[in-house]
């Protein structure tokens, strides 16, 4: 049978300002386990998450600690829910999966496998293979990837979809554009392009990162944003409940695409409107499958899936850019496309033809 993983839900860890070198103070982060630094851990590990009657407001990390819950009872040979060092030993854990909706800067995540790295026995067991340390999120920013992905221990970072921005989501005048106009609504917001200037453009049923321009969320100086106070509850309205419509509405923009709404119909069709959307990403600068992932809106692995396909037909370079022949098949896309665009979508089912001439 294989080996289990352990699953903990992303939490704030413990730090304490320490004095470095030249008397600079820095924040120092303590082992996950508390005394374990040296020496063999052993215990029951750390108390799951308490509410603070202070303030009752339940974020991302109960309702993926719930979800956790959930996946244990599933598979309970396979999954241990926030396993201390007595468990983690006695099941002898292959992994130790870090669980979070969503990385923006990173550096959350980062302090949370340093929290990990900084117990002995578990740096012991990694330098003798038997525990790996991994990250599995539903979407982050670039940054945020790079910054987890830079710890020492090097682990494993999984993402479904890799998270629009205001760097990846347009680009020139238009990206001008779009920060002058974050910047200047709601006025004199401290961070106007959101935390760490990550300019995340996401939002989850639970709520919306502070990454996010405040020009979506914040209420300040009167401003009405889409996201009120983050919360995602009342802006469902103004968003597609239908994928297909979705792509066919980033296919119009993208690729100005008559006939995309037929080729989403047909399964075979629709990857090639999908490799057609990779194509264009790559032209407008993207250089890796998460910067695919974010202008397209594709999940990442069918990105790599298309960029594996499209390097072995010579469309793309292994580095990600499009050769002579992936521009001459883009540009054949583009020669096909009508001057006024008219696709299906939900408010609008029918085509009516706009012109008529004799045979």
Same mark, same amino acid.
């Given at each position: 049978m294989?080996?289990?993983i352990?699953?903990?839900?992303e939490?704030?860890v413990?730090?304490r300002?320490?004095?470095? #070198?030249y008397g600079l103070?820095?924040?120092?982060?303590l082992?996950?386990?508390p005394?374990?630094?040296?020496?063999r851990?052993?215990g029951?590990g750390?108390?799951?998450i308490?509410?603070?009657?202070?303030?009752?407001?339940?974020?991302?990390e109960g309702l993926i @600690?719930?979800f956790?819950?959930?996946?244990?009872?599933l598979?309970?040979?396979l999954?241990?829910?926030h396993p201390?060092?007595?468990?983690?030993?006695?099941q002898?854990a +292959? /992994?130790?999966?870090i669980?979070?909706d969503?990385i923006?800067? =990173?550096?959350?995540? *980062?302090?949370m496998?340093?929290?990990?790295?900084?117990v002995?026995?578990?740096?012991s067991w990694n330098?003798?293979g038997?525990?790996?340390?991994a990250v599995?999120?539903? +979407?982050?920013t670039?940054?945020?990837?790079d910054?987890v992905r830079? /710890?020492r221990?090097?682990? +494993?970072?999984r993402?479904?979809?890799?998270?629009p921005t205001? *760097?990846?989501?347009?680009v020139?005048?238009?990206?001008? #554009?779009?920060?002058?106009?974050?910047?200047?609504?709601?006025k004199?917001h401290?961070?106007?392009l959101?935390?760490?200037?990550?300019?995340?453009l996401?939002?989850? =049923?639970?709520g919306?990162?502070n990454?996010?321009?405040p020009?979506?969320? +914040?209420?300040k100086?009167g401003?009405i944003?889409?996201?009120?106070?983050?919360s995602?509850?009342?802006?469902?309205?103004?968003? $597609?409940?239908?994928d297909?419509?979705a792509?066919?509405e980033?296919?119009r923009?993208?690729?100005r695409?008559?006939a995309a709404?037929?080729f989403?119909?047909d399964?075979?069709?629709?990857? *090639?409107?999908?490799?057609?959307?990779?194509l @264009?990403?790559l032209?407008?600068?993207a250089?890796?499958?998460?910067?695919?992932?974010?202008?397209?809106?594709?999940?990442?692995?069918?990105?790599?899936q298309?960029?594996v396909f499209t390097e072995?037909a010579h469309w793309?370079?292994?580095r990600?850019?499009l050769?002579?022949? =992936?521009?001459?098949?883009l540009r054949r896309?583009?020669?096909?496309?009508?001057r006024t665009?008219?696709?299906p979508s939900t408010e609008?089912?029918?085509?009516? $033809?706009t012109?008529?001439r004799?045979?």
């Open positions: 294989d080996r289990p352990a699953l903990y839900a939490r704030e413990e730090t300002d320490t004095e470095g #070198d103070e820095y924040s120092e982060v082992p996950f386990f005394g374990t630094e040296e020496g851990a052993a029951v750390v108390p799951p308490v509410i603070d009657p202070k303030d009752q407001e339940v974020g991302s @600690a719930n956790i819950t959930g996946y244990q009872r598979h309970r040979d999954v241990i829910s201390g060092p007595d468990k983690l030993r006695e002898r +292959s /992994h130790i999966v669980v979070t969503f923006g800067s =990173g550096q959350r995540v *980062w302090e496998i340093e929290a990990f790295w900084r002995a026995t578990i740096r330098s003798y038997r525990i790996r340390l599995v999120a539903y +979407s982050g670039e940054a945020g990837l910054r830079s /710890h221990s090097q682990p +494993s970072v993402v479904v979809h890799a998270c205001l *760097w990846s989501s347009f020139g005048q238009e990206q001008k #554009d779009v920060v002058a106009l974050c910047q200047a609504h709601p004199k401290q961070t106007p959101g935390y760490g200037n990550g300019g995340a996401i939002a989850f =049923g639970h919306m990162p990454n996010a321009p020009v979506l969320h +914040s209420r100086g401003w944003p889409l996201f009120v106070n983050r995602a509850l009342a802006a469902d309205q103004q968003f $597609p409940a239908d297909a419509d792509l066919v980033r296919a923009s993208m690729l695409l008559r709404k037929r989403l119909n399964p075979l069709k629709r990857r *090639w409107v999908e490799t057609m959307l990779v @264009a990403a032209l407008d600068g250089r890796s499958a998460a910067a695919a992932s974010a202008r397209t809106r594709l999940p990442i692995a069918d990105v790599e298309i960029l072995i793309t370079s292994p990600h850019t050769t002579a022949l =992936g521009r001459r098949e896309l583009q020669l096909r496309r009508a665009v008219v696709l609008q089912p029918y085509y009516y $033809p012109q008529l004799a045979r």
